[in-house]
């Protein structure tokens, strides 16, 4: 098993790796929208929600992979009401064949960020 681990991506906030490659697959764990220049939350709905799948993007480029070959996402959001807004940004990261997805509202995440996604996908 292999480690994936960059600068590119926010540092891990805990006991846990960015992301672990298995079987070529890319396990990574769930990004928030933590700018990894600054270590600073980005600002509002639409600059967290593009800082996540930034992040998703530079870990995956990490592991030698790409956005492109993901294969399930899964979607931690705080508010329902948001959905159609961030859809709209992950439908400009993900394009077809679209990844398999989970989507859910929960009622807290960390730093109190407004959304967080973990992704799996092939090298």
């Known amino acids: 098993m292999n480690v994936v681990k960059t600068d590119k991506a926010p540092a891990a906030i805990g006991p846990y790796s960015q992301a672990r490659i298995v079987n070529g697959l890319v396990y990574a764990s769930g990004q928030i929208p933590i700018i990894p220049e600054t270590g600073e939350l980005a600002i509002g709905l639409e600059g967290q929600a593009n800082q996540v799948f930034k992040n998703i993007a530079a870990l995956l480029e990490a592991a030698g992979t790409d956005i492109a070959k993901t294969v399930k ?24 064949p679209y990844p398999a ?15 967080e996604c973990e992704v799996i996908a092939e090298l």
């Open 73 to 96: 996402t899964t979607l931690f959001i705080k508010h329902m009401d948001d959905f159609a807004a961030i859809n709209a940004i992950y439908a400009q990261y993900f394009t077809e």
């Open 101 to 115: 997805r989970s989507c859910v509202e929960v009622a807290r995440l960390p730093k109190d960020v407004l959304l």
